[in-house]
């Protein structure tokens, strides 16, 4: 579902509609969630007369009685400033209409500090910085403008959905109220309850009070079945009405518990990226979350931890909430010593027998009169869970005809008497003795479902019952694989329908519909205690090991043809994994081919896991399949070398490289020994070493594996296998990682021509290897045509994967870098933002690529002017991309370098300088010690050098650098130009103006044809030739360099700058 397509039609028929009161209380309501809280209304409505006939409606803050308390919500976002909020409607010439409302706005009244506005219509961002630039040199005032885009953005955030849907009409659909896509869900449960709650005052009133306050950690505990859940969810519901932010997190297993808990740290304000990095590697996790959970502006909050029979599956997460807030947690452990000191334990009872009598009736109002149904709920305990289970029993029963000889009980007196004919005991406690009196219940409910046909109800719900204690999606249900077992023999598709929805009928399983990634995939659920005693049951011990392995089968029958690599898999198998984990985890059972079978499922899982981003889960099933097919196979058995393998890709996916190369290297030893050297597996391991070698900076190495691999896989495999070109690929890499840059462009189009002969021209390996053609080409200086291959490579990758692939995002982000290299800054920041938006959408802000294009953005921002918000996103994307490769790695060291450019703009030298050097350090002991990216990082330094009036160090640096240019890149390229053009200016101001004057004659003219004329590295060469030539006497000369950079800047119509003052200053003088 495209929530934000929608959200923006809605947005577009409200402009068509001139529906202007609604987009202002819109604007309003967004403004004071997500930007300043205290605004409050500046003049009244237009329709009260209000705006001074303006249609741009204002909002202005204002604090009554600061300061506020810390906890407030409001406190966190109130300005002390003087903001205005302002809004139109109006599509026609937007610009002119922001220019005219801030002139109204600034022009009258108090003075504004910043404005806030609001527009259907969509602004460019050229124009919003033109924008932005006006108001503050002409009216001295902030200007941010959110457009349709913009606010799109902030309609679809979970906490904002509702504005959507109560200010545009949209109705509540998947998608719309739950959690984003890709994570599970932690929304309250709603549809749990089918009845009532009753009996539950008194607790509830009390925990209401606690959760006023809280502050509180509450445990709940109680027998299966006593209501636990429902007084929790009953809770939920209070706090949600009273405006607290509510999670429902399950907590039956410990993977979805933390799962869970990583999706409240997202909708607390954590980044979805970095909630998946942080819970991926176990980096301080809690520490997180609970920052997020305390966060001021996360406001009051409720967190609902259910199912937590284990404490210590959740006992070192959950801490004392902040005042406001409060955690409930529901379990079956009473022992207040189980959990903490400073925890409220409430025991949860049977309720009465008046409550219990009244559901009842609710459920099967047919079924009796008032005191029967009060003996009944007394027979029964007060369990609320039986009562649910006789209750939906009767409601079925008590509207049959009654037929000859038929014994089914059909009113709480019948249901009664049979109760005690079997069990003269009451329920007073729960014993999970599998002839007692609650098991009769359900086994009840069974004998009434094979009474009407529906045979196969009892086995198949004692299959379900072996599943994992997980929702169980319909798909394993396979009519033709359950026919092939005994017990279900002779089923047909039709009566399999028949007995789940005789399961559904009577209570025992209950339909949930589950949102994920943009699907919805119908699932099974059945209570956890029910599931238990099921399994307790003599006809279920007894068959326990037929029931296991069928659920084995089903379970591999799915998920083989389930691909990992498929996106369009991974809601089933979002709901598969927990159940093939569980199968693979209980070998009690398996014997013989069993083992493989649970193997090969783990195996699967891990694959799933590690593609989507579930690293604990992919690195504990991956070793659980080495161990499971240890049992039954060699240890250099090819299935067990190639899970192996896998683990050592997930290592090197976490960035754990040691263990990675050690795993690989392992891998490999195992595959020579058992396979031979040419076996297609040792090739692919000492591929992939090769290629972790690589991305390490072990370029020597790599490079020499990978010409002998090369050129053994051709022989072995074939020049066209997609080993070999794939060996040949990475071979190039390594020659552009040692600087020989025009054998790797040879190489990268030969390996271009040869895979689109044998794989195709929009083959995805193919357009690998183009992109890579293309970055190459970038590198080289030939922006022009690097921007076009790039254009190409992206509309084949879009139409093949996907806009949205990760592949795709990183040949956007690529275009953008050649977008700047050409001068289009506007439309490279576009593209920028536009590329993190989309990772931001697929739950990836937090891959490595997604933070090289946040730090291609804060570069850009740096070198347009913002110096400021570009070292926010420089620093923040170097220190994760540090982290994730290491500080020698290319991405790393540009992120460094760029980072180190804001800071030398922000005059903040001696903040740039160490980091500049440690780059340089980190690369000494690196192949590119004397390559490209030192080269860089020291003209960097040899700037600061110079802005800081150390000119013999910056000479020395910069000769040196010419020199290591001019030798791998020539003397001609834009690069070299440029370091030449710096070093005659360190010439010129140390008094060596002959020399620097003959340096520039020679450069001006070639810098103008590489870089363009208006390039200021161009207009500063001229700039310091005509300084030179009046220096030299050469005063007419001097003047013709001077009227050519005038020009330049009339002509092409630059913004003036010092540069342009210093130029008009000395052709001043000069006369």
């Not at 600061?944 to 030798?967: N, Y």
Request: charged share 25%.
């Amino acid at each position: 579902m495209d929530i934000g397509g929608l959200v923006r039609f809605a947005l577009h028929t409200m402009g068509e509609r001139n529906a202007h009161h609604e987009f202002e209380r819109l604007c309003l309501e967004v403004a004071r969630r997500r930007l300043v809280s205290n605004l409050l209304p500046a003049t009244g409505p237009v329709s009260s007369g209000g705006d001074q006939g303006r249609d741009g409606e204002s909002f202005w803050t204002a604090l009554a009685h600061p300061p506020y308390p810390l906890a407030s919500e409001f406190a966190a976002r109130a300005s002390p400033q003087r903001v205005v909020l302002a809004c139109t409607i109006q599509r026609a010439d937007v610009p002119a209409k922001v220019r005219k409302d801030l002139a109204a706005i600034t022009g009258q009244g108090a003075p504004v500090d910043r404005v806030l506005y609001f527009t259907l219509a969509p602004v460019p961002v050229a124009a919003r910085h033109a924008l932005q630039r006006e108001a503050r040199e002409m009216h001295d005032v902030e200007l941010d403008v959110f457009d349709a885009m913009a606010l799109t953005d902030f309609l679809t955030a979970p906490d904002l959905i509702h504005l959507a849907q109560r200010h545009l009409g949209l109705p509540s659909l998947p998608g719309m109220a739950g959690e984003p896509a890709g994570d599970l869900s932690v929304a309250v449960p709603e549809d749990a309850i089918e009845h009532h709650i009753r009996g539950r005052d008194a607790l509830l009133a009390e925990l209401a009070e606690r959760t006023t306050h809280g502050g509180d950690r509450t445990v709940l505990c109680g027998v299966g079945g006593s209501g636990k859940s429902t007084v929790a969810l009953a809770l939920a519901r209070r706090g949600r009405a009273e405006g607290l932010r509510v999670w429902w997190v399950d907590a039956t297993t410990r993977g979805t518990f933390e799962e869970g808990l990583r999706e409240v740290a997202v909708q607390a304000g954590v980044s979805r990226g970095e909630a998946r990095e942080v819970w991926a590697r176990r980096e301080a996790a809690r520490d997180v979350l609970w920052r997020a959970l305390d966060d001021a502006g996360t406001g009051r909050w409720l967190l609902v931890v259910d199912n937590a029979d284990d404490p210590s599956v959740v006992r070192d997460w959950i801490r004392a909430p902040r005042p406001g807030s409060t955690v409930v947690i529901t379990s079956r452990e009473q022992r207040p010593a189980a959990w903490w000191k400073q925890a409220t334990v409430h025991a949860v009872d049977p309720i009465g027998e008046a409550h219990g009598a009244a559901m009842l009736r609710e459920l099967a109002p047919r079924a009796g009169t008032e005191e029967e149904a009060r003996s009944l709920s007394r027979r029964l305990g007060g369990l609320p869970l039986a009562l649910l289970l006789v209750g939906k029993y009767l409601a079925v029963t008590s509207d049959d005809p009654v037929l000859p000889e038929s014994h089914t009980p059909r009113s709480f007196t019948a249901y009664r008497a049979a109760l005690d004919r079997e069990f003269p005991g009451t329920v007073s406690a729960l014993s999970h003795d599998p002839s007692g009196p609650l098991t009769r219940t359900w086994e009840m409910s069974l004998d009434l479902l094979e009474a009407k046909g529906a045979a196969v109800a009892r086995p198949l719900f004692r299959l379900i019952s072996f599943f994992a204690p997980d929702p169980l999606p319909v798909q394993l249900l396979i009519g033709s694989v359950l026919a092939r077992a005994s017990v279900f023999a002779g089923l047909t598709a039709t009566g399999l329908e028949e007995a789940v929805r005789g399961l559904l009928g009577c209570g025992l399983l209950h339909r949930r519909r589950i949102e994920a990634d943009g699907a919805t995939v119908d699932a099974l659920v059945v209570h956890p205690l029910v599931r238990e005693i099921t399994r307790m049951q003599p006809d279920a011990v007894a068959g326990a090991p037929a029931y296991t392995n069928l659920s084995v089968v089903l379970l591999e029958r799915v998920a083989s043809g389930l691909p990992s690599d498929d996106t369009s898999t991974w809601p089933l198998w979002r709901l598969l994994a927990p159940h093939c984990a569980y199968a693979a985890s209980d070998t009690s059972h398996a014997a013989g081919e069993e083992w493989m079978i649970r193997g090969g499922l783990a195996t699967q899982t891990g694959g799933y896991a590690h593609k989507a981003g579930v690293w604990s889960l992919a690195e504990e099933q991956f070793a659980h399949a080495v161990e499971i097919l240890g049992h039954c196979l060699p240890p250099d058995d090819p299935r067990i070398v190639a899970t192996r393998h896998n683990l050592a890709y997930l290592r090197h996916d976490q960035g754990r490289y040691d263990e990675a190369e050690a795993q690989f290297a392992q891998v490999l030893e195992s595959a020579l020994r058992a396979l031979g050297p040419d076996d297609r597996t040792t090739l692919a391991a000492r591929h992939e070493l090769a290629r972790l070698r690589l991305e390490r900076g072990d370029v020597a190495y790599a490079h020499a594996e990978l010409s002998v691999l090369a050129a053994r896989t051709a022989e072995v495999l074939g020049p066209e296998d997609p080993a070999t070109l794939a060996a040949r690929h990475e071979l190039a890499r390594t020659l552009r990682a040692r600087g020989d840059l025009a054998a790797a462009r040879s190489l990268f189009e030969q390996v271009v021509g040869d895979k689109a002969d044998s794989l195709g021209e929009a083959a995805l390996p193919t357009l690998a290897t183009r992109h890579e053609l293309a970055d190459l080409l970038l590198e080289l200086g030939d922006a022009e045509q690097a921007h076009a291959a790039f254009t190409e490579v992206l509309e084949l990758e879009a139409r093949v994967q996907g806009p949205d692939h990760p592949s795709t995002l990183v040949t956007r982000n690529n275009l953008s870098r050649a977008l700047v290299e050409l001068g289009r800054h506007d439309e490279a920041e576009a593209e920028l933002r536009e590329t993190l938006a989309a990772w931001h959408r697929i739950g990836e802000e937090a891959h490595p690529m997604a933070l090289v294009t946040r730090g291609a953005l804060g570069g850009l921002l740096a070198t347009t002017g913002r110096a400021a918000e570009g070292e926010k996103l420089l620093r923040t994307a170097a220190l994760a991309l540090e982290r994730i490769f290491g500080a020698g790695h290319r991405e790393t060291v540009n992120a460094r370098l760029n980072h180190a450019d804001s800071l030398h703009r922000l005059d903040r030298h001696a903040d740039a300088e160490p980091l500049l050097r440690a780059v340089v350090a980190a690369l000494a002991d690196t192949a590119d010690g004397e390559g490209l990216r030192v080269l860089a990082a020291r003209r960097k330094l040899a700037d600061i050098c110079f802005e800081q009036g150390r000119d013999a160090e910056a000479e020395e640096e910069l000769r040196q650098i010419v020199a290591a240019r001019s030798r791998d890149l020539g003397a001609g390229h834009p690069e070299t130009l440029q370091d030449r053009q710096a070093l005659a200016a360190v010439l010129l101001r140390q008094g060596h103006t002959a020399l620097a004057a003959r340096q520039l004659v020679a450069l001006v003219d070639p810098l103008d044809a590489a870089l363009g004329r208006n390039h200021r590295d161009a207009l500063i060469a001229r700039s310091n030739l005509a300084h030179a030539q009046s220096q030299l006497g050469a005063e007419a000369a001097a003047k013709r360099q001077l009227r050519r950079v005038v020009a330049v800047y009339e002509e092409d119509g630059l913004v003036p700058d010092k540069l342009l003052a210093t130029v008009r200053d000395l052709l001043g003088r000069l006369g």
